[in-house]
């Protein structure tokens, strides 16, 4: 005998469940159509043409060709620049990075985080050093090249490369506190290739170490930014004066008496904070030239830093002159970067005792600012010495493969 199935009613779903339920889905559909709804609003509705958040993720719409268009380019690059201008996805995005942060598991592929929040550039860390060095004849040929350009327009070069933070900060950087050996001998290789065609230099990376060993407790660099701080600034800026002098010195006018100006402090966030996909967003600055990277939680403001800027001046019998970098009758031109900007060029110009006219262009390759100045050292400078600027990371980033200067 066999006995017939007991079928049992599904209960019935509560309105409280009913409600969770089409909550849910409610959600999901406006969360996969809010970057086609807010477009739609905010530009086409409402007409404007820039989205209402700066952020550094974001990517210019991309021009529409033939060719991207079929191939279907163009339509992957314009989702792109449609999804990272949207202020829903900024902030799904900045608050699924600060929750893995504060768990203690940040993830960021540009970002190597170190210890006690010291952060560092993930490509100074793990560089591709086997690319690096089958690169030296091209390196050393535009070095050459540079150092001809420099002598025909009338003045000599001398070439500061500046050691990325985590060659300084080994112990911060890495478990067993040493460099690995892909990254200890890549600083000594550039240094070497310039002595070998004739350019002078200074090794900033012992001049750092000294530093460290003289005052363990002062920072050279910033702890969330990949830029020195003053006192990095000067202790560099103090051994390249010193070389110049030992090399140029014949060349320039006898030094003057130097001050530094008042210090003017602002509370920011490093480069490295922002790279992390932090809730940030950029603001024009002050003066109109570029943006600041500007905190929008908690969590960003924890992680910004005290800024320090130092003027200098020139005394006088009239009195104090300011150092702008403006000076057309410098005998010192710097090809700078953003480095020069931290402090660099007024670090130069105090130790130096002479005024310092300053070109710069960030990009830490250096490539961009020596195409700045290219021009004034065709048609022949009024400068004496030409101190171009390179950091040690930009060696590895492609305007040296190869060189388009």
């Known amino acids: 005998m066999t006995g017939s199935p007991c079928i049992v009613d599904a209960p019935q779903q509560t309105p409280g469940q009913w409600a969770v339920r089409w909550f849910g889905i409610v959600f999901v559909a406006l969360l996969l159509g809010s970057v086609p709804v807010f477009h739609f609003v905010w530009h086409v509705a409402l007409g404007h043409k820039d989205p209402p958040l700066c952020t550094r993720s974001q990517v210019p719409m991309p021009a529409a060709t033939a060719t991207n268009v079929l191939d279907g380019t163009w339509m992957k690059d314009a989702e792109r620049s449609l999804r990272e201008a949207s202020p829903v996805v900024w902030w799904l995005r900045a608050w699924w990075n600060e929750l893995r942060y504060r768990a203690a598991v940040p993830e960021c592929a540009q970002v190597h985080f170190g210890q006690q929040e010291w952060f560092f550039l993930q490509q100074t860390v793990t560089p591709d050093t086997a690319r690096f060095v089958a690169n030296a004849e091209t390196r050393r040929r535009t070095f050459a090249a540079v150092r001809d350009l420099v002598r025909a327009a009338g003045a000599e070069l001398f070439v500061q490369i500046i050691p990325d933070k985590v060659r300084v900060y080994p112990e911060l950087a890495f478990a067993d506190g040493v460099l690995p050996a892909a990254v200890a001998d890549n600083y ?218």
């Open 188 to 405: 000594r290789r550039v240094l070497d290739e310039l002595r070998a065609e004739g350019i002078h230099t200074v090794d900033f990376a012992a001049v750092m170490a000294g530093a460290r060993a003289a005052d363990a407790t002062s920072e050279l660099y910033y702890r969330r930014d990949t830029h020195w701080r003053p006192a990095g600034a000067l202790a560099c800026g103090a051994a390249a004066a010193a070389a110049i002098e030992q090399h140029f010195g014949t060349r320039l006018s006898a030094r003057q008496p130097m001050e530094l100006g008042e210090a003017l402090e602002v509370r920011a966030l490093g480069d490295l904070v922002a790279n992390q996909g932090l809730a940030s967003i950029e603001l024009p600055r002050d003066d109109g030239n570029g943006f600041r990277t500007t905190a929008m939680s908690l969590l960003t403001d924890h992680l910004g830093e005290l800024r320090q800027y130092y003027g200098v001046k020139q005394r006088t019998a009239a009195g104090t002159v300011p150092m702008t970098g403006a000076d057309p009758d410098a005998e010192v031109l710097v090809i700078g970067t953003s480095f020069a900007e931290e402090n660099g060029s007024n670090a130069l110009a105090l130790c130096l005792g002479r005024p310092v006219r300053t070109v710069i262009e960030r990009g830490a390759a250096g490539i961009l600012s020596l195409q700045k100045a290219k021009a004034e050292l065709q048609r022949g400078t009024r400068a004496k010495v030409v101190v171009w600027e390179i950091i040690e990371r930009g060696l590895f980033d492609p305007p040296w493969y190869p060189p388009r200067w």
